[in-house]
């Protein structure tokens, strides 16, 4: 009769591989709105604050430059300074952008081995199902033969 507890067995396996699978999936889809709304958060409120700033500190370079007198013209040292700030600026917001990137990726990255890590304890429930079904089918089949062979029912 040990058919019973393996085929027991495999409905366990795959009652748990079930749970074990959801529990990733919330996990997955947790992270990836966390991914999705930092993104959003960037887009939305540290990128236009971080131009708003840099526009501002460049009205106040330039303001300041033209409180000293020094002519503002292509070629002279207040506008070689001034370039150098935007580009400077222009940078900064480039690697801002690229380091949001970098982190949107990373976050897809994680929720997604979350999501794989959930793909497979389903198939290892699955797998450990199929192995109880084929001990359960072995037994059986042991019986009826030991069961054949004595000419009676051998439990």
Do not use: C
Request: charged content about 25%.
């Amino acid at each position: 009769m040990a058919f019973i507890g393996n085929i027991v067995a495999a409905q366990s396996a795959k009652a748990i591989a079930a749970y074990n699978q959801a529990v990733f999936n919330q996990q997955w889809k947790f992270e990836d709105a966390k991914t999705k709304a930092k993104a959003k958060v960037y887009d939305e409120v540290t990128r236009p604050k971080l131009i708003d700033d840099q526009i501002f500190a460049y009205s106040q370079f330039f303001v300041d430059a033209l409180n000293t007198g020094a002519e503002f013209r292509p070629g002279e040292t207040t506008w070689l300074v001034a370039l150098k700030n935007k580009q400077r600026m222009a940078t900064d917001l480039a690697m801002a952008d690229y380091n949001k990137e970098v982190e949107r990726i990373d976050g897809v990255n994680a929720a997604l081995l979350i999501k794989a890590k959930g793909e497979a304890e389903r198939y290892k429930g699955l797998l450990t199902a199929q192995t109880e079904y084929t001990k359960a089918g072995a037994s059986l089949l042991t019986m009826g033969y030991k069961s054949y062979h004595a000419g009676r029912l051998i439990l």
